[in-house]
Protein backbone atom coordinates (compact mmCIF):
# COMPACT_ATOMS: atom_id res chain seq x y z
CA UNK A 1 0.00 0.00 0.00
CA UNK A 2 1.55 3.13 -1.40
CA UNK A 3 0.22 5.50 1.24
CA UNK A 4 -0.98 5.05 4.69
CA UNK A 5 -4.15 3.57 5.29
CA UNK A 6 -7.50 4.99 6.17
CA UNK A 7 -8.34 1.97 8.87
CA UNK A 8 -5.67 -0.41 10.40
CA UNK A 9 -7.02 -3.90 11.81
CA UNK A 10 -5.13 -6.14 13.91
CA UNK A 11 -5.93 -9.71 13.93
CA UNK A 12 -6.21 -11.93 11.34
CA UNK A 13 -8.87 -14.19 12.60
CA UNK A 14 -12.68 -14.49 11.39
CA UNK A 15 -13.54 -11.06 13.14
CA UNK A 16 -10.70 -9.11 12.07
CA UNK A 17 -10.71 -10.65 8.36
CA UNK A 18 -14.26 -9.74 7.79
CA UNK A 19 -14.42 -6.53 9.43
CA UNK A 20 -11.36 -5.60 7.15
CA UNK A 21 -13.45 -7.21 4.18
CA UNK A 22 -16.70 -4.73 4.73
CA UNK A 23 -14.40 -2.13 5.09
CA UNK A 24 -12.45 -2.65 1.88
CA UNK A 25 -15.11 -3.29 -0.28
CA UNK A 26 -16.63 0.50 1.56
CA UNK A 27 -13.66 2.11 -0.50
CA UNK A 28 -11.23 1.85 2.84
CA UNK A 29 -7.62 1.46 2.79
CA UNK A 30 -7.34 -1.40 4.88
CA UNK A 31 -4.10 -2.40 6.46
CA UNK A 32 -4.31 -5.47 8.38
CA UNK A 33 -1.90 -7.29 10.89
CA UNK A 34 -1.77 -10.59 12.37
CA UNK A 35 1.02 -11.32 14.37
CA UNK A 36 1.23 -14.63 13.98
CA UNK A 37 -0.48 -16.18 10.49
CA UNK A 38 -3.77 -15.93 8.65
CA UNK A 39 -6.44 -18.28 10.61
CA UNK A 40 -4.24 -18.86 13.74
CA UNK A 41 -6.27 -19.63 16.86
CA UNK A 42 -9.49 -20.19 17.04
CA UNK A 43 -10.40 -19.18 13.62
CA UNK A 44 -7.87 -22.41 12.21
CA UNK A 45 -10.37 -24.86 13.94
CA UNK A 46 -12.11 -27.18 12.31
CA UNK A 47 -15.86 -27.62 13.32
CA UNK A 48 -17.47 -24.63 11.47
CA UNK A 49 -21.19 -25.12 12.48
CA UNK A 50 -23.20 -21.96 11.38
CA UNK A 51 -26.51 -22.83 14.23
CA UNK A 52 -29.54 -20.40 15.47
CA UNK A 53 -30.04 -20.08 18.98
CA UNK A 54 -33.74 -21.66 19.54
CA UNK A 55 -36.81 -19.26 18.34
CA UNK A 56 -38.25 -18.47 21.43
CA UNK A 57 -38.04 -15.45 24.00
CA UNK A 58 -37.21 -13.42 21.50
CA UNK A 59 -34.15 -10.61 22.00
CA UNK A 60 -31.71 -8.45 20.44
CA UNK A 61 -29.27 -10.73 20.27
CA UNK A 62 -31.06 -13.97 18.64
CA UNK A 63 -32.47 -10.92 15.89
CA UNK A 64 -28.98 -9.84 14.84
CA UNK A 65 -27.88 -13.56 14.92
CA UNK A 66 -30.66 -14.16 12.42
CA UNK A 67 -30.19 -11.39 10.19
CA UNK A 68 -26.27 -12.78 10.06
CA UNK A 69 -27.06 -16.28 8.92
CA UNK A 70 -29.21 -14.65 6.43
CA UNK A 71 -26.68 -12.83 5.16
CA UNK A 72 -23.71 -15.16 5.12
CA UNK A 73 -25.18 -17.00 1.87
CA UNK A 74 -24.31 -13.56 -0.40
CA UNK A 75 -21.60 -12.59 1.98
CA UNK A 76 -18.96 -15.35 1.24
CA UNK A 77 -20.26 -15.72 -2.43
CA UNK A 78 -19.12 -12.16 -2.75
CA UNK A 79 -16.06 -13.60 -0.70
CA UNK A 80 -15.15 -16.72 -2.86
CA UNK A 81 -15.95 -14.41 -6.11
CA UNK A 82 -13.30 -11.49 -5.23
CA UNK A 83 -10.33 -14.00 -4.34
CA UNK A 84 -11.11 -17.03 -5.66
CA UNK A 85 -11.13 -19.44 -2.69
CA UNK A 86 -14.18 -21.37 -2.20
CA UNK A 87 -14.63 -21.10 1.77
CA UNK A 88 -16.79 -24.15 2.30
CA UNK A 89 -20.14 -22.22 2.94
CA UNK A 90 -23.55 -24.36 2.32
CA UNK A 91 -26.70 -24.13 3.88
CA UNK A 92 -27.45 -27.49 5.17
CA UNK A 93 -29.37 -27.81 7.64
CA UNK A 94 -29.60 -29.25 11.52
CA UNK A 95 -30.94 -32.61 13.05
CA UNK A 96 -31.35 -32.69 16.05
CA UNK A 97 -32.31 -35.59 18.53
CA UNK A 98 -35.70 -34.77 20.89
CA UNK A 99 -34.76 -36.86 23.96
CA UNK A 100 -38.49 -37.22 25.81
CA UNK A 101 -42.55 -36.25 25.30
CA UNK A 102 -41.59 -32.65 27.18
CA UNK A 103 -38.57 -31.82 25.16
CA UNK A 104 -40.96 -32.75 21.90
CA UNK A 105 -43.62 -30.23 23.40
CA UNK A 106 -41.17 -27.73 23.75
CA UNK A 107 -39.66 -28.63 20.22
CA UNK A 108 -43.29 -28.48 18.48
CA UNK A 109 -44.17 -24.82 20.55
CA UNK A 110 -40.36 -23.29 19.30
CA UNK A 111 -41.94 -24.56 15.89
CA UNK A 112 -44.73 -22.24 15.73
CA UNK A 113 -42.46 -19.36 17.15
CA UNK A 114 -40.28 -19.80 14.48
CA UNK A 115 -43.14 -19.47 11.66
CA UNK A 116 -43.36 -15.95 13.30
CA UNK A 117 -39.71 -15.04 14.68
CA UNK A 118 -38.19 -16.15 11.62
CA UNK A 119 -40.30 -14.40 9.36
CA UNK A 120 -40.54 -17.20 6.86
CA UNK A 121 -36.46 -17.36 5.91
CA UNK A 122 -36.17 -20.53 7.02
CA UNK A 123 -38.23 -23.26 8.98
CA UNK A 124 -37.66 -25.65 12.30
CA UNK A 125 -40.14 -28.14 12.00
CA UNK A 126 -40.40 -31.50 14.44
CA UNK A 127 -40.15 -34.73 12.08
CA UNK A 128 -39.73 -38.54 12.38
CA UNK A 129 -36.23 -39.66 12.90
CA UNK A 130 -37.19 -42.25 9.65
CA UNK A 131 -37.32 -38.99 7.72
CA UNK A 132 -33.71 -38.62 7.99
CA UNK A 133 -32.73 -42.28 7.02
CA UNK A 134 -29.19 -43.97 8.48
CA UNK A 135 -27.79 -40.35 9.14
CA UNK A 136 -30.53 -39.90 12.05
CA UNK A 137 -28.48 -39.97 15.12
CA UNK A 138 -31.02 -41.82 17.99
CA UNK A 139 -33.51 -40.86 19.42
CA UNK A 140 -35.52 -42.31 22.51
CA UNK A 141 -38.81 -40.15 21.27
CA UNK A 142 -37.82 -41.16 17.42
CA UNK A 143 -38.57 -37.83 16.22
CA UNK A 144 -36.20 -35.17 15.55
CA UNK A 145 -35.52 -31.19 15.06
CA UNK A 146 -34.75 -30.25 11.77
CA UNK A 147 -33.84 -27.13 10.73
CA UNK A 148 -33.26 -24.83 7.27
CA UNK A 149 -31.11 -22.35 8.67
CA UNK A 150 -28.01 -23.86 9.92
CA UNK A 151 -25.25 -23.53 7.52
CA UNK A 152 -21.74 -24.91 7.44
CA UNK A 153 -17.99 -23.57 6.83
CA UNK A 154 -14.80 -24.61 6.55
CA UNK A 155 -13.11 -22.44 9.07
CA UNK A 156 -9.58 -21.68 7.99
CA UNK A 157 -9.95 -22.11 4.54
CA UNK A 158 -13.01 -18.74 5.01
CA UNK A 159 -10.33 -17.15 6.53
CA UNK A 160 -8.27 -17.76 3.53
CA UNK A 161 -10.68 -16.91 0.38
CA UNK A 162 -11.22 -13.49 2.96
CA UNK A 163 -7.37 -13.29 3.12
CA UNK A 164 -7.38 -13.81 -1.08
CA UNK A 165 -10.31 -11.30 -1.23
CA UNK A 166 -8.78 -8.70 0.92
CA UNK A 167 -5.99 -8.36 -1.70
CA UNK A 168 -8.36 -8.23 -4.49
CA UNK A 169 -9.35 -5.78 -2.95
CA UNK A 170 -5.98 -3.47 -2.65
CA UNK A 171 -5.44 -4.15 1.05
CA UNK A 172 -2.40 -4.67 2.73
CA UNK A 173 -1.95 -7.93 4.76
CA UNK A 174 1.08 -7.89 7.37
CA UNK A 175 2.37 -11.42 8.81
CA UNK A 176 4.54 -10.58 11.73
CA UNK A 177 4.96 -8.42 14.74
CA UNK A 178 4.33 -5.01 13.35
CA UNK A 179 2.41 -2.09 15.35
CA UNK A 180 -0.25 -0.08 13.91
CA UNK A 181 0.41 3.23 12.96
CA UNK A 182 -1.82 6.34 13.50
CA UNK A 183 -5.77 6.13 13.98
CA UNK A 184 -7.80 4.65 13.46
CA UNK A 185 -7.92 0.60 14.49
CA UNK A 186 -9.64 -2.13 15.46
CA UNK A 187 -8.47 -4.68 17.00
CA UNK A 188 -9.56 -8.17 16.80
CA UNK A 189 -7.24 -10.23 18.54
CA UNK A 190 -8.89 -12.61 20.13
CA UNK A 191 -7.71 -13.92 23.85
CA UNK A 192 -5.18 -11.64 23.82
CA UNK A 193 -6.80 -9.08 23.13
CA UNK A 194 -8.91 -10.02 25.72
CA UNK A 195 -6.02 -9.88 28.05
CA UNK A 196 -5.03 -6.66 26.93
CA UNK A 197 -8.31 -4.88 27.22
CA UNK A 198 -8.71 -6.37 30.86
CA UNK A 199 -5.72 -5.02 32.15
CA UNK A 200 -6.41 -1.25 30.34
CA UNK A 201 -9.46 -1.27 32.13
CA UNK A 202 -8.69 -2.56 35.40
CA UNK A 203 -11.28 -5.54 35.16
CA UNK A 204 -12.14 -8.96 33.70
CA UNK A 205 -14.08 -8.62 30.40
CA UNK A 206 -13.67 -12.33 29.01
CA UNK A 207 -11.19 -15.35 28.98
CA UNK A 208 -9.98 -18.05 26.90
CA UNK A 209 -12.10 -21.26 26.77
CA UNK A 210 -10.67 -24.30 25.18
CA UNK A 211 -11.81 -26.36 23.05
CA UNK A 212 -10.89 -29.99 20.85
CA UNK A 213 -12.22 -30.84 17.76
CA UNK A 214 -11.29 -33.64 15.11
CA UNK A 215 -11.54 -34.51 11.76
CA UNK A 216 -13.04 -37.94 10.65
CA UNK A 217 -12.71 -39.17 6.77
CA UNK A 218 -16.46 -39.78 5.87
CA UNK A 219 -17.85 -38.28 2.93
CA UNK A 220 -21.36 -36.81 3.42
CA UNK A 221 -20.90 -33.68 2.06
CA UNK A 222 -24.84 -33.19 1.24
CA UNK A 223 -25.99 -34.49 4.66
CA UNK A 224 -27.38 -31.82 7.49
CA UNK A 225 -25.26 -31.16 10.39
CA UNK A 226 -26.39 -33.01 13.52
CA UNK A 227 -26.13 -31.22 17.07
CA UNK A 228 -26.26 -34.50 19.27
CA UNK A 229 -25.66 -33.89 23.28
CA UNK A 230 -24.20 -30.47 23.14
CA UNK A 231 -21.81 -32.22 20.25
CA UNK A 232 -21.50 -30.42 16.65
CA UNK A 233 -21.14 -33.43 14.07
CA UNK A 234 -20.62 -30.68 10.45
CA UNK A 235 -19.86 -32.78 7.23
CA UNK A 236 -17.84 -30.66 5.17
CA UNK A 237 -17.08 -30.07 1.07
CA UNK A 238 -14.03 -31.96 1.01
CA UNK A 239 -15.43 -35.23 2.13
CA UNK A 240 -14.66 -34.79 5.88
CA UNK A 241 -16.67 -34.56 8.89
CA UNK A 242 -15.55 -32.42 11.92
CA UNK A 243 -16.56 -33.66 15.47
CA UNK A 244 -16.44 -31.36 18.28
CA UNK A 245 -15.85 -29.80 20.49
CA UNK A 246 -14.90 -29.46 24.50
CA UNK A 247 -15.48 -26.43 26.66
CA UNK A 248 -12.19 -26.40 28.84
CA UNK A 249 -12.23 -23.32 31.59
CA UNK A 250 -9.31 -24.56 32.94
CA UNK A 251 -6.67 -26.19 31.05
CA UNK A 252 -2.52 -25.93 30.73
CA UNK A 253 -1.31 -26.03 26.76
CA UNK A 254 -4.02 -23.89 24.87
CA UNK A 255 -3.57 -26.27 21.32
CA UNK A 256 -2.31 -29.44 22.89
CA UNK A 257 -5.13 -32.32 22.45
CA UNK A 258 -5.40 -35.21 25.04
CA UNK A 259 -7.79 -37.68 26.42
CA UNK A 260 -10.76 -35.47 26.50
CA UNK A 261 -11.12 -35.50 22.64
CA UNK A 262 -10.49 -39.12 22.69
CA UNK A 263 -13.67 -39.37 24.84
CA UNK A 264 -15.57 -36.91 22.39
CA UNK A 265 -14.50 -38.72 19.81
CA UNK A 266 -16.03 -42.26 21.23
CA UNK A 267 -19.27 -40.73 22.10
CA UNK A 268 -19.52 -39.53 18.88
CA UNK A 269 -19.07 -42.62 17.06
CA UNK A 270 -21.59 -44.15 19.75
CA UNK A 271 -24.13 -41.69 18.60
CA UNK A 272 -23.68 -41.36 14.54
CA UNK A 273 -23.29 -45.35 13.22
CA UNK A 274 -22.20 -43.98 10.32
CA UNK A 275 -19.06 -42.73 12.04
CA UNK A 276 -18.18 -45.67 14.32
CA UNK A 277 -15.35 -46.83 11.58
CA UNK A 278 -14.24 -43.73 10.30
CA UNK A 279 -10.49 -42.81 10.63
CA UNK A 280 -9.81 -39.72 12.57
CA UNK A 281 -7.46 -37.69 10.14
CA UNK A 282 -6.63 -34.47 12.25
CA UNK A 283 -6.93 -33.53 15.65
CA UNK A 284 -7.19 -30.12 16.94
CA UNK A 285 -7.04 -27.42 19.87
CA UNK A 286 -7.48 -24.23 20.60
CA UNK A 287 -8.50 -21.11 23.05
CA UNK A 288 -11.69 -19.18 21.80
CA UNK A 289 -12.40 -15.70 23.17
CA UNK A 290 -15.53 -15.78 25.35
CA UNK A 291 -16.43 -11.81 26.56
CA UNK A 292 -18.39 -11.54 30.05
CA UNK A 293 -21.55 -10.80 28.44
CA UNK A 294 -21.38 -14.07 26.23
CA UNK A 295 -22.29 -12.07 23.31
CA UNK A 296 -19.50 -10.53 20.69
CA UNK A 297 -18.00 -7.14 22.22
CA UNK A 298 -18.31 -4.30 19.69
CA UNK A 299 -17.38 -0.68 19.57
CA UNK A 300 -14.95 2.13 20.74
CA UNK A 301 -11.99 1.18 23.00
CA UNK A 302 -13.27 3.10 26.18
CA UNK A 303 -10.42 5.87 27.05
CA UNK A 304 -8.66 5.49 23.85
CA UNK A 305 -9.52 7.64 21.19
CA UNK A 306 -9.53 6.09 17.61
CA UNK A 307 -9.08 2.71 18.89
CA UNK A 308 -11.95 0.02 18.38
CA UNK A 309 -12.82 -3.45 18.97
CA UNK A 310 -14.54 -6.64 17.92
CA UNK A 311 -14.09 -9.25 20.11
CA UNK A 312 -15.77 -12.35 21.94
CA UNK A 313 -17.25 -14.10 19.20
CA UNK A 314 -16.07 -17.41 21.15
CA UNK A 315 -18.41 -20.18 19.75
CA UNK A 316 -20.46 -17.98 17.02
CA UNK A 317 -17.85 -15.71 15.16
CA UNK A 318 -18.35 -16.91 11.91
CA UNK A 319 -22.09 -17.12 12.54
CA UNK A 320 -21.85 -13.57 13.28
CA UNK A 321 -19.55 -12.73 10.93
CA UNK A 322 -21.59 -10.54 8.48
CA UNK A 323 -23.67 -8.64 10.98
CA UNK A 324 -20.48 -7.71 12.98
CA UNK A 325 -18.30 -6.76 9.84
CA UNK A 326 -21.35 -4.27 9.03
CA UNK A 327 -21.83 -2.27 12.39
CA UNK A 328 -18.09 -2.45 12.84
CA UNK A 329 -17.83 -0.73 9.38
CA UNK A 330 -20.52 1.55 9.96
CA UNK A 331 -18.91 2.56 13.45
CA UNK A 332 -15.29 2.95 12.21
CA UNK A 333 -15.96 4.50 8.68
CA UNK A 334 -18.69 6.53 9.52
CA UNK A 335 -19.23 7.25 12.91
CA UNK A 336 -22.54 5.74 13.05
CA UNK A 337 -23.46 3.40 16.49
CA UNK A 338 -25.51 0.59 14.72
CA UNK A 339 -24.52 -1.80 17.29
CA UNK A 340 -27.28 -3.93 18.54
CA UNK A 341 -28.14 -3.93 22.66
CA UNK A 342 -26.09 -6.19 24.72
CA UNK A 343 -23.06 -5.96 22.29
CA UNK A 344 -21.43 -2.99 22.93
CA UNK A 345 -17.78 -3.05 25.17
CA UNK A 346 -19.61 -1.55 27.74
CA UNK A 347 -21.57 -4.58 28.76
CA UNK A 348 -18.60 -6.75 29.20
CA UNK A 349 -17.42 -4.56 32.01
Same mark, same amino acid.
Given at each position: ???????? @??? +?? $??????????? %????? =?????????????????????????????????? &??????????????? @?????? $???????????? !??????? #?????? #??? +?????? /???????? $?????????? !?????? @????????????????? /??????????????????????????????? =?????????????????????????????? %?????? &?????????????????????????????????????? $????????? !???????????????????? #?????????????? &???????????????????????????? %??????????????
Amino acid at each position: MASAPDVT @VMG +GG $ISGLSCAWEMA %RRGAR =VRLIERARIGAGASGGVVGALAPHVPENWNAKKA &FQLESLMAAEQFWSD @VAAAGG $IDPGYRRTGRLV !PVADGAA #RALAEA #RAK +GARTLW /QGCADWRV $IPAGEAGEWA !PPSAEG @VLVSDTLSARIHPLQAC /QALAAALRAAGAELVEGDSEPEGAPVLWATG =VSGLAALSADLGQSVGQGIKGQAALLDLDR %RDSPQL &FVDGLHIVPHADGTVAVGSTTEREFGHAEATDARLDAL $IDEVRRAVP !PLADAPVLARWAGERPRARS #RAPMLGAWPGRPGH &FVANGGFKIGFGMAPGVARVMADLVLEG %RDTIPEGFRVEDSL
